[in-house]
């Protein structure tokens, strides 16, 4: 199993960005995909997951409205559409399925 992030970077606030996880040695369309966040020197926090079928299970109340997650089986990738971008997004975001995780793509809000 192999999960690889892409995507991140530096933005301002009210900035977007899209996020990638390309995924790997697994049937893709059979699991469920998570995307994950974290802070300095905070502890790693769900966004948000999206169902083997597409449907999607919860947004973290903090990132409701402003992310967005959907997937790709043909592409065997899941992204993670964030708008509205404010400084308290800065973490490393990082991608989970099958008891994987991704090494992740950091995410720095700042003007």
């Known amino acids: 199993v192999q999960l690889v992030e892409s995507g991140g970077g530096l933005v301002q606030p009210g900035g977007s960005l899209r996020l990638s996880c390309a995924a790997s040695g697994f049937t893709f369309s059979s699991y469920g995909m998570s995307w994950y966040r974290q802070a300095p020197g905070k502890e790693r926090e769900l966004v948000v997951t999206?169902?083997?079928?597409?449907?999607?299970?919860r947004y973290a109340n903090s990132v409701k409205g402003r992310f967005t997650i959907s997937r790709d089986n043909g592409k065997t990738t899941v992204y993670l559409q964030i708008d509205s971008l404010k400084p308290e997004d800065t973490a490393v975001y990082y991608c989970?399925?099958?008891?994987?995780w991704g090494q992740g793509t950091q995410v720095t809000v700042s003007s």
């Open positions: 989970y399925a099958k008891a994987t």
């Open positions: 999206i169902t083997s079928n597409g449907v999607i299970t």
